[in-house]
């Protein structure tokens, strides 16, 4: 067990990462728990707090462009385009490793996923580093990605040195992976730069088929991910059976029966939804809730990516 130290101060968190510790910090997306990507003895301490498989690379996280050169060993062109529209903000490109670092990051691959986060205090602490960090979900392995501080606190007090406390995340979901290293960019895990999105820099740009396949091309999708306790039941509409109090409902539209669960969510919008629904995993576990209904969504703009994650805590 280490002491976990809470603080506000960007500076006094990034003093671990360069004494060789790890820290949990805020992002726009959810919290990372990040590591010095030159300190090996670090990067393990991520896998052994989280119970992450070693088979699971890492995202490099840096505050600006001049931080490319010490991850990546060249930009595709491609790459270059979605850096020039979409960095800063809550999306990772997969591209070619710098030989400088450790493979224990990126799990033996010789690519990297490299994110630039917008959230101030995440900018603030990266500066203050001074080196790109490596970070996955600031989570136990399994459990849902943390969107607030104490989440991370639940997760992993006494077994990380620090946690970087900042406000409930912005989008709530994790970024959008785009593998940059093949004829045309490939959406690895959906997120908050969508399709859509990326498609109006790059018309080429498709969705990954690989998801459930045996040796996926994100290690990530092979996971039990973002899961809560209770089990998970998509419905298309408010459900209409009278449920159990000890049931949950999350979705865009009130159930006909709202007394009847335990705890009710209508999000007014699916940015919302997205916001809410790991948050909403978490407090229906600690209230012990058995089942939680969660309203199913377009599958457009960011629906794309909240059905990701509703489908994969559903089926795990
Ligand atoms: O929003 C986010 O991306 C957050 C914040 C902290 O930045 N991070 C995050 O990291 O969600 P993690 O480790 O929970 O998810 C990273 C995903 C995994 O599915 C992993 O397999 C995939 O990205 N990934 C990382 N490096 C990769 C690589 N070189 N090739 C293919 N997939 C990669
Ligand atoms: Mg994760």
């Known amino acids: 067990m280490v002491k976990t130290k809470l603080t506000q101060s960007p500076s006094i968190a990034a ?17 990372g728990l990040g590591a010095n990507i030159f300190n090996e003895a670090a990067i393990k301490k991520i896998f052994l707090a ?11 996280h840096i505050c600006d462009a001049s931080q490319l ?20 903000g809550p999306l990772t490109l997969i591209l070619p490793k710098n030989e400088k670092v ?11 996923g490299v994110r630039m986060p917008k959230d101030s205090i995440a900018r603030q602490f990266l500066r203050a580093c001074a080196v790109p960090v490596v970070a996955p979900s600031a989570n136990l392995s399994g459990r849902p990605s943390p969107t607030t501080w104490q989440a991370v606190r639940t997760d992993l007090d006494g077994l990380i040195s620090c946690i970087l406390k900042g406000d ?14 093949s004829d045309k960019p490939i959406i690895l895990r959906a997120g908050a730069v969508t399709l859509e999105q990326l498609s109006k820099v790059i018309p080429e740009t498709e969705v990954s088929t690989e998801a459930g396949v045996v040796a996926p091309k994100s290690p990530g999708m092979k996971y039990r991910h973002y899961a809560p306790r209770a089990k998970v039941i998509l419905t298309p509409f408010p459900q209409y059976t009278v449920p159990s109090d000890t049931s949950a409902y999350i979705g865009l539209d009130a159930p006909f029966h709202p007394a ?4 009710v969510l209508i999000c007014k919008s699916v940015e919302e939804y997205a916001h ?3 948050h909403f995993f978490r407090e229906c576990d600690k209230e012990e809730v058995e089942t939680i209904y969660c309203q199913t969504v377009s599958e457009e703009g960011l629906g794309l990516a909240l059905m990701d994650r509703i489908k994969k805590a559903a089926h795990g």
Do not use: W
Request: charged share 20%; with cysteine.
């Open 276 to 278: 809410e629904l790991f």
């Open 168 to 181: 409930q995340t912005k989008v709530g979901l994790e970024s959008t992976v785009v593998d940059c290293t």
């Open 69 to 88: 050169e010490q991850v990546t060993s060249g930009i595709p062109a491609d790459a270059a385009k979605l850096i020039e529209v979409f960095f800063p």
């Open 15 to 31: 003093r671990f990462i360069q004494h060789g510790e790890i820290v949990a910090f805020p992002t726009e997306t959810v919290y």
């Open 102 to 112: 450790p493979l224990m990051a990126t799990a033996g691959l010789n690519t990297i």
């Open 260 to 263: 009847a669960f335990k705890r």
């Open 50 to 60: 989280k119970g992450r498989p070693a088979d699971n690379p890492l995202i490099a």
